[in-house]
């Protein structure tokens, strides 16, 4: 069956950097996009980034542009996102979503991971 | 960027009843819209895709509708399993936007 997972989420201080790490399973990885969604606390969802299957493709949200950085491993089936420069606005639970390359809809997600930017 | 607007915010509903969610899109989307349910604690779980395709496992109790910038959400006969924060997203151009989302709620 797909599976998601995500890893890497943590407490962190405002300016500092997290690596987030999403591992699929249960299909052919190299056949999908990949985004990530994030949900602050008691809000609603935001798409952050995704990846095409070839990985050259890339794609941000404005919030996110110039500190964070998508990756893929289609040799070892996940995804990455490399954050930088984090804010406490960056709080949230992301999401690892397969993304369906034609309509981009989001089929399946990962259960998240937390990231908090606190001093 | 698109702006999704949904509607209403929260209702409150009764098992069996007929519910309607509105979701707008601030300029056409084609039929690049899909609905997610998302309860408490959760990841989102796909619904509807390209506005009118049930996702494979889905209850055919779920059903979507519209094109262009005007799209529906129908659950003909609510369950006590469907109380849960229903998305639409728009995926025609990003950054691909998400509804605020509305809160099915038992009366």
């Known amino acids: 069956q797909v599976q998601l997972v995500e890893s890497g989420g943590d407490l962190v201080k405002p300016g500092g950097s997290l690596r987030l790490s999403c591992a699929a399973s249960g299909f052919t990885f190299s056949d999908y996009y990949t985004s990530w969604i994030r949900q602050a606390p008691g809000k609603g969802l935001e798409w952050v980034s995704y990846i095409n299957s070839r990985r050259n493709t890339v794609k941000y949200a404005d919030s996110v542009k110039g500190r964070f950085t998508i990756s893929r491993d289609n040799a070892k089936n996940s995804v990455h996102l490399q954050m930088n420069s984090l804010r406490a606005e960056d709080t949230a639970v992301y999401f690892c979503a397969r993304t369906n390359s034609d309509w981009y809809y989001f089929d399946y997600w990962g259960q998240g991971t937390l990231v908090t930017v606190s001093s | 960027d698109i702006q999704m607007t949904q509607s209403p915010s929260s209702l409150s509903a009764s098992v069996g009843d007929r519910v309607t969610i509105t979701c707008r899109a601030s300029?056409?989307?084609?039929?690049?819209l899909n609905w997610y349910q998302q309860k408490p604690g959760k990841a989102p779980k796909l619904l509807i895709y390209v506005a009118s395709s049930l996702q494979s496992g889905v209850p055919s109790r779920f059903s979507g509708s519209g094109s262009g910038t005007d799209f529906t959400l129908t659950i003909s006969s609510l369950q006590p399993e469907d109380f849960a924060t229903y998305y639409c997203?728009?995926?025609?151009?990003?950054?691909?936007?998400f509804g605020q989302g509305t809160k099915v709620e038992i009366k």
């Open positions: 997203q728009q995926s025609y151009s990003t950054p691909w936007t």
């Open positions: 300029q056409t989307i084609s039929s690049y």
